[in-house]
């Protein structure tokens, strides 16, 4: 099982090889560090009726929703971020939603799969921190082994039929000299957040207290940081379960899809 | 009519303005050079029961089909790029085709219109060539008072639905020592078609004759110019024609939606 491969194993995985353990059911546990320049997707699944207001949802919120692909539906294999993969199967785990409700965790969708099924895949912020880190701009919440703090705004998203919400941030604490290098480092990345929304006024976003996000842990901002804001790939699932779809599925929290692009391929795409 | 007002005149109006001489019926002549600096959109129209799957294509093909606004069923008011505008009667010109034919070229879609009716407003040259020409870098076909000349690829876009076919790409000869300056000042403009797709080869493109373009005017190439080539507009309509829907409604050529966006706005779309 899972704990007979090590993360640092799979750290230069081709994504193809990490796809197929998962299928086998050898690998269970959060993505991150797997692959690493690899892009690792959000899923979002609904059924072909809602497809078009969330795809709209997306469209209209790029920031919170970086499409990377839809799948036809029906379709299991994103022929363009993944050629033969199975996004019923190649994730670790799964999150079902019925009327919003959480129902169940499961590590594969075959039993529930239909043929209305539309599946969306989102780029994630492991691309743009990966890309801080090589700009030399230290990510706070991997130092401290924490999932990054992630704050719901009063800002709303553009809302799309069913779909409307608030936009959720997730907040990474940067030294002030090095705030120009992280907002251009992340915004080579519009596929995958992009730049920030907000620097260094929780205030105009609605959040009050920065010691107690409304997802993920909370983490230490040093003297002279100062939070900077980004687009969460949270956002779009958090306006799903508000509108209460019949059924929705996503991945499980950290356990991405990995896709075959490069993340620097996302920074020309 | 028309002729009482000189494009000059109109040259650095507010588009709120232009857009209520044309409801006025005191405008009917293509719009290039009107409102400097201002978005300009090209305009297609679809039943509901097509539009995800147009959605769906533009998403996949953004270089052709970058999406700035999409309306929902029905909604005549395009509240993103132009509040209190009415895409029925605020373009000079509009084309309706049935099942893929050209039907009528009107100045108005009050007697047409319906409740199902999804508008997509979708980035124009007009954009780029305006960042082109402030980086000192000539448009020939401006130059030469001419449609720019567009070619059908070999290349194909990405399929979605009963929307698919080949990318068109429009052609600007650019001076060798400018390529560099012309592809920097167009990707800042990917809601307006961005970088270049390809820079000197049309071969590669399945282009056999620049003399020779499918659509628009032959431009002269002079010695030390190489052929660059963008994706472009005509793309989304071309494919949509393909498609024969029962009806969709487009922009006459060169008669283009009017929004209130800034060009330098959509750098940072």
Known sequence: MAEDISRHALAHAHPREVRA????????????????GRVQANLVILPRDLAYSFLLFAQQNPKPCPLLEVT??????????APSADLRQDLPRYRI????????????LMAIWRGDLVSFLLG???????????????VRHLEEGKNVPMYITTRSCQPAGIFQGPLVVSMRPIPRP???????????????????????NP???????????????????????????WACGVTPQAVAMRAKPP???THAP???????????ALAAY
Request: some cysteine; proline content about 9%.
């Open 21 to 36: 353990l998962i299928r086998q059911g050898k690998w269970r546990l959060p993505t991150a560090g797997l692959c690493q």
């Open 247 to 249: 059924l929705m599925i």
């Open 203 to 229: 205030a105009s976003l609605g959040i009050t207290d920065l010691a107690q996000p409304d997802f993920g842990d909370p983490v230490t901002i040093r003297p002279g940081e100062v939070p900077v804001f």
């Open 72 to 81: 036809g539906p029906g379709s299991t294999e994103p022929v363009q971020t």
């Open 254 to 264: 950290g356990h991405m899809f990995l896709t075959d692009l490069e993340d620097e």
């Open 178 to 200: 090095l705030i120009p290098r992280a907002v251009q480092a992340t915004a080579r990345f519009p596929a995958a957040h992009g730049r920030p929304v907000q620097v260094g």
């Open 124 to 138: 994630c912020s492991f691309t743009f921190e990966a890309a801080m880190l090589r700009a030399g701009v230290p």
């Open 97 to 108: 939603y019925r009327h919003g409700q959480l129902e169940d965790e499961v590590t594969d």
